[in-house]
């Protein structure tokens, strides 16, 4: 079956992508403005390049049409952190994407600790395996809608020391979250890349 995306309105759109590209992984973003942390969680989000280190997130509006939190704050302020989710986040990560005033941050709402590693950037949560802690650098002007895609330079990277198998070799092994359509699944087992003949 073919679906024409000029015919279907948002939300089908987003059912027809959001189950067929999976599994997306979770960009849980910590952002910051006026003394308040912002915790939520972004599924489409992937590399761009390695060097320079950059990602993107697409971020979009609340129900009145205001940005939300995190592209505000990204916007203000040029920082955030990513946080990668593991299993034993879940439950905080998933509630953090409730819809919340400004003034109110899901560190409080939902009990999630933080811990500051770097001065210069938003703290990350507590325990997670890995952080990513990144500059803004630009948006993408799509021509309509109104979710952005924005740009960010990775700075510095933060890993678990438990993740890290081989510190010589630079090899990380740890299980974490991924979206498929509304659903949540745990990267599981590796499958060896096959030789190219
Ligand atoms: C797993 C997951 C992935 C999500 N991915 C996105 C996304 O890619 N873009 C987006 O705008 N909202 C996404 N959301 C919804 C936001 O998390 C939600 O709107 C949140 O309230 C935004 O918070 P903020 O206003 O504090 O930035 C996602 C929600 C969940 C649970």
Redesign the pocket.
């Known amino acids: 079956m073919i679906f024409d995306l000029e015919q279907k309105t948002t939300n089908e759109k987003y059912k027809l992508m959001a189950q067929t590209i999976i599994p997306r992984p979770?960009a849980w973003v910590v952002t910051e403005d006026d003394g308040v942390l912002?915790i939520?969680?972004?599924?489409?989000?992937m590399a761009l390049s390695s060097t320079p280190a950059t990602v993107m997130?697409?971020?979009?509006h609340?129900s009145d049409a205001t940005p939300?939190?995190?592209?505000f704050n990204i916007r203000k302020n040029k920082k955030c952190t990513i946080c990668i989710v593991d299993e034993e986040h879940l439950e905080q990560m998933?509630f953090s994407?409730?819809?919340?005033p400004k003034s109110l941050s899901e560190v409080e709402e939902f009990n999630i600790e933080t811990t500051t590693v770097l001065e210069d950037f938003p703290p990350m949560v507590k325990g997670v395996p890995a952080a990513y802690f990144c500059d803004f650098n630009q948006e993408i002007d799509l021509g309509g809608g109104n979710?952005i895609p924005l740009i960010l330079n990775v700075k510095n990277i933060y890993v678990k020391d438990e993740a890290i198998t081989n510190p010589e070799r630079l090899t990380i092994d740890f299980a974490p979250i991924t979206?498929i359509g509304k659903s949540y699944a745990r990267v599981g087992d590796g499958i060896e890349p096959p030789k190219i003949p």
Request: proline letters at 4%.
């Open positions: 979770i912002n939520a969680p972004f599924s489409y989000f997130i697409s971020v979009g609340k939300k939190d995190t592209l998933h994407s409730k819809e919340l979710t979206r």
